[in-house]
């Protein structure tokens, strides 16, 4: 995969019961972007554009997200809109009583 890019923009919020990632990949579609997540609270978000040479100039990247407290990687779930923004929502982990 690609190197980090710097035109991939990445915001997290921390709201009561989990982490909301919001990031921009313009001219990416949806089946181009895979968002990978771990208990530890790392969320690994990579794309790969079908064409390398598009008249946007979009290149493949992988950016790694190193959130403050553990996450439940089997709910996370994210979302590509048409217009090309990201939405991961990553639920906390929730401790065995």
């Keep these: 995969m690609g190197p980090p890019a710097d035109w991939v923009k990445i915001n997290v919020r921390r709201t009561k019961d989990c982490y909301e990632v919001y990031a921009l990949v313009p001219g990416l579609l ?37 959130l403050p407290s553990r996450i439940d990687p089997h709910q996370t779930s994210a979302v590509v809109t048409l217009h090309g923004q990201l939405f991961v929502r990553a639920p906390f982990e929730q401790s065995k009583s």
């Design 30 to 66: 949806r089946e181009e972007v895979h968002v990978q997540s771990d208990p530890a609270g790392r969320l690994i978000v990579t794309g790969e554009p079908e064409q390398l040479d598009n008249p946007w100039g979009v290149t493949p990247f992988k950016k790694v997200i190193s």
